[in-house]
């Protein structure tokens, strides 16, 4: 049994979760798979926590847990996820809340912001230090996700279904992956989390970010971003544009140019915001 002071904080996106489990000033850090209620029921997701063993020696917790989840926008959402925690750490006091949040209290220092996320998916907010002020919806996989992972990955795939990515580029990708149109159907139409599939082909675009083809895409996708996201916030200019994510920290260098671009100024870019939650909530 822990102490009522210990703390577990995660961050989770569609494709993983980060842990902290912080007590007595000692931090013990692990990965999960991902949980997104857009995608995933509570019983799924109750599924992927008793399948971990760190989790199952941490059933009995009885401390705060504070959960920040892609997907966590809505009341009716954040149930679906609590009702899993609830299920495997009944003695724990569980908060859900949204990756914005996580986002804002990890890249907010003194200065109002305005922070967009670009990992699996994408979303946007400002942030004063006490109000989080979202002018732009998140419309998910389909229908939004500018800038993401999830996006760039499908517009990849689907010029390479088309024949239209560089000789070159399809060679290495054949060789690595191997996938024949039909495979790509299947995972992305017939399985639970195809977003997280189409985000995968990211780290494959990174290893190839100095071609051309590949520096269009993405620059397109974070021009998608900032007109569709950033620029809803330019009654609040000027301030600085801060990220949290694996693509915005592993195209930096491009988002930056995107940045520049558009005459805005670039704050922070993190690929997790894991380190400044654990400040965040150890200073609460």
Partial sequence: MEDADSILIIESGSTKSDWVWVDKGNT??????????????????LSELQKNEALAQLSSFDGNIF??????????????????FKTHFPQANIEIQHDLLAAARSC??????VIGI????????????????????????????E???SYIGKGFIASYLYGQVPLSIATKFNDQFNLS????LNQVYHTTKPNTYLAQFTAFLGAC??????QDLVCDAFRQFVRNH????????????????????????????VIEEYGLEMGTINQSPLEGLVGYHLRE
């Fill in 28 to 45: 013990q850090q692990f990965t999960t798979p991902g949980f997104n209620p857009f995608y995933q029921s509570s019983e799924q997701i």
């Fill in 67 to 84: 959960f920040y989840g892609a997907g966590c926008s809505d009341e009716a959402h954040c149930e679906v996820v609590k009702n899993a």
């Fill in 108 to 113: 907010y220092k003194t200065e109002p912001v």
């Fill in 118 to 145: 670009l990992g699996t998916g994408s979303n946007c907010c400002f942030f004063n230090g006490e109000t989080l002020v979202q002018e732009t919806p998140s419309l998910g996989f389909l229908l939004g996700d």
């Fill in 147 to 149: 800038g993401s992972g």
């Fill in 181 to 184: 149109k039909t495979d790509i």
């Fill in 209 to 214: 970010k100095n071609e051309e083809f590949v």
């Fill in 230 to 257: 950033v620029l809803a916030y330019k009654s609040h200019f000027p301030c600085k544009i801060c990220f949290v994510g694996s693509v915005a920290f592993h195209f930096q260098n491009t988002l930056m140019e």
